[in-house]
């Protein structure tokens, strides 16, 4: 078996709907392209609104039989995919790599990171519970009830094209609700894979519905416009999720929203400077940099910073750039043209704005979208490139010479995501955390994500949760009930 055989599996690259694969209504398809070489991997079906609402329409259908399943037969469906995903990992792991560009080490790493979250929310599934009380003043006895909010919509981004979308599904089969689930238009691939896997572990048809179709837009609107969808959970960028939210009023569905970052990595002049080198190139360069959760500035006390900008400089440089899929490889390819393009002009600004560019700086030549390793020291707080979400290989420094100017640096963005902390002062620690206005904080380390945690952000990072015992709140709603006796 290789990736690609994944979906063979399938018979088809097409819409899944009430747990049947078929064309779109219009009989359009779109092209995937390989990220390292620009070739054409495959074709799957363009949905349009009408394959949307049919989408939906399972959704509906399938909504009050699957809220009545219970809870440990939701479970053990999410239980046995985990296990499928886990006996098919490297199949999995080509596949998102084909699709994405990542390593094939990094794209097994979502593999376990993804269906770590049908594993968790399993758990989870048994797990829903109200409460009973006696009302302050006695007599009354006030119970409250959990359900599914209901039908959800699913929009998920190409950079973890199995894990964003497992996160969102594992907590909503746990707790009982349906859901179409439109993945990006540059990674559909996993997606489909995913919705076999699911049916194989005995999802009944209709509770996941999968719509692949090059607008995105369209059929949001669509499917926001009616009231049966009661739920939206969007991670991709800032502004498509203030579209997103302003259309959800309309209809008052629920959402939750993992928007952009621009996570700062802060290095006290206390820190294993070795330690933090090591944090920073898993901060940085985990998905080559395409992560919300990305280091993306470098705040480093200037008494350690030359030290720690020639040590990263080292790792960064001596990193080898390629298919993610050929052996050796370190670093895959961008996405597309337009990110190489982007990452480029940050880097070309900065250094025409006095940053020393330590390593890197270029694209090479095509075919692939591929941009190499680059450090930049002595980057300005107000360069675009530390204001902005990079999405790419590139680590700018910026320097500081106390606690609160660093605190300051780190909470002067819009955004509210993933931070990090490189410290040896348990004191420092515990005020730096606390003053950091981010959803997390990774403290001498350079991941956080943890399915058992809650991932989530502030600001222009979104609201919302997930993983954690959090993550399952996002799909349920209260009943209270009161009782007199
Ligand atoms: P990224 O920068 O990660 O591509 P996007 O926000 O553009 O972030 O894309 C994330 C997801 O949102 C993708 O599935 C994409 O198809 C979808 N998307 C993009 N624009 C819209 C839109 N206007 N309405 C609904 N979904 C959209």
Not at 129 to 157: D, E
Not at 302 to 330: H, I, K, N, Y
Not at 373 to 398: H, M, W, Y
Request: charged letters at 20%.
């Amino acid at each position: 078996m290789t990736g690609l055989d994944l979906l063979a599996k399938t018979g088809s690259r097409g819409l899944f709907i009430g747990g049947q694969w078929r064309e779109s209504a219009t009989g359009a398809r779109f092209e995937v392209r390989d990220p390292a070489d620009e070739s054409v991997i495959t074709d799957v079906a363009d949905g349009d609104t009408h394959d949307a609402m049919a989408a939906l329409d399972a959704a509906v259908t399938a909504q009050a039989g699957w809220a009545d399943t219970p809870p440990r037969e939701r479970g053990e469906i999410l239980r046995r995919a985990f296990e499928a995903i886990m006996d098919q990992a490297d199949d999995f792991a080509e596949l998102i790599s084909l699709e994405m560009g990542k390593t094939l080490a990094e794209a097994k790493g979502e593999v376990g990171y993804g269906a770590e979250f049908f594993r968790w929310f399993a758990e989870e599934a048994v797990r829903i519970h109200g409460r009973w009380m006696q009302a302050p003043a006695g007599g009354s006895r006030l119970l409250t009830i959990r359900k599914p909010v209901g039908p959800c919509l699913f929009i998920t981004p190409w950079n973890f094209p199995l894990a964003m979308g497992t996160r969102k599904i594992g907590p909503a089969v746990a707790a009982g609700c349906t859901m179409v689930v439109k993945p990006a238009e540059l990674t559909p691939l996993t997606m489909l894979a995913l919705a076999d896997v699911l049916t194989e572990a005995g999802l009944p048809g209709g509770v996941l519905n999968v719509v692949t179709t090059s607008d995105s837009k369209s059929l949001s609107a669509t499917l926001m416009a009616d009231d049966r969808l009661r739920k939206v959970s969007f991670t991709g960028s800032t502004p498509v999720g203030k579209v997103l939210v302003r259309q959800s009023a309309d209809e008052l569905q629920r959402v939750s929203m993992e928007l952009g970052g621009n996570a700062p990595f802060i290095v006290f002049e206390d820190a294993d400077v070795a330690a933090a080198v090591d944090g920073a190139m898993i901060a940085k360069m985990r998905n080559m940099g395409e992560a919300c959760t990305a280091a993306n500035r470098f705040l480093v006390h200037e008494s350690v910073a030359r030290e720690f900008a020639d040590l990263l400089a080292q790792r960064m440089g001596s990193l080898t750039t390629g298919r993610g899929q050929t052996p050796g490889t370190d670093v895959g390819p961008l996405i597309n043209a337009d990110a190489v393009e982007s990452v480029g002009k940050l880097v070309s600004d900065a250094v025409q704005d006095g940053a020393e560019l330590v390593t890197g700086g270029e694209a090479p030549e095509g075919p692939g979208h591929f941009y190499a390793p680059t450090v930049l020291l002595g980057v300005s707080a107000e360069a675009r490139i530390v204001n902005e979400e990079i999405f790419g290989p590139v680590a700018p420094i910026t320097t500081f010479t106390s606690d609160d100017e660093a605190i300051a640096m780190a909470n002067a963005t819009e955004y509210g995501l993933s931070s990090y902390v490189y410290t040896r002062d348990l004191a420092r620690t515990v005020k730096v955390a606390e003053a950091l206005q981010f959803g997390m904080v990774g403290v001498n380390t350079g991941l956080v994500s943890n399915p058992a945690a809650p991932f989530g952000g502030v600001k222009a990072s979104g609201f919302g949760r997930e993983g954690g015992f959090e993550g399952i709140e996002e799909y349920l709603d209260t009943t209270y009930v009161a009782i007199p006796v």
